[in-house]
């Protein structure tokens, strides 16, 4: 009876270690992998909803996106990336972004299309046709062939104002120039009026 009971303790205590082996293996090999989600947005011909090309395979609205993932957008179709607090893009229809992402940001190689940022972290590294690297911060977005542009103002509101402060600037400093030649010379600055002093 007395061996009956040492077996049982035996094994239950093996099977305990085992337990806790089993379980620091499986922790040892879980490796964090930083996961985004595809957003698809646009809807086809048909009307039926639109999908998008994730490493040559379609892929709808929820698919897990994870890190060197090849996205393309058809041209009736766009997609959003969410990749959490890391940030978040979008690519217009007819894009094609190769996208890398870790806990550090976000980086792609755009071979078509076009890439916006509608929010991150820090800057988002878009490595464009031409070869030429761009970072965009949140509202830039960022074509293939081009450089980066800014979704919130115009490429010509700068130039524009500028101008103006230059003409108002120039019409002032023409404005006194003219004032100071003008009456032989003089400016009077209290008027033509004689000051009778009240003390003398």
Do not use: H
């Amino acid at each position: 009876m007395n061996s009956k009971l040492w077996i049982r303790k035996a094994l239950s205590m093996c099977l305990v270690v085992a337990t806790i082996l089993t379980y620091s293996m499986i922790t040892l090999a879980n490796t964090e992998r930083i996961a985004g989600e595809i957003l698809v947005t646009g809807n086809s011909a048909s009307g039926q909803t639109s999908s998008v090309k994730v490493n040559g395979e379609l892929a709808q609205s929820g698919r897990s996106i994870f890190s060197a993932s090849t996205i393309a957008t058809p041209e009736n179709a766009g997609a959003v990336i969410s990749l959490g607090r890391i940030g978040k893009i979008e690519l217009a229809p007819n894009t094609t972004l190769a996208l890398s992402f870790s806990e550090k940001g976000i980086s792609g190689d755009l071979s078509t299309g076009r890439v916006t940022v509608l929010n991150a972290a820090d800057g988002v590294v878009i490595n464009t046709v031409g070869g030429k690297l761009v970072t965009l911060n949140s509202g830039d977005s960022a074509s293939a062939a081009n450089a980066p542009q800014d979704d919130t103002t115009s490429d010509n509101d700068g130039g524009s104002a500028g101008l103006i402060w230059a003409l108002i600037l120039g019409g002032a400093a023409a404005g006194i120039i003219i004032a100071a030649r003008t009456d032989n010379n003089r400016i009077s600055l209290g008027g033509g009026s004689t000051v009778i002093s009240p003390t003398r």
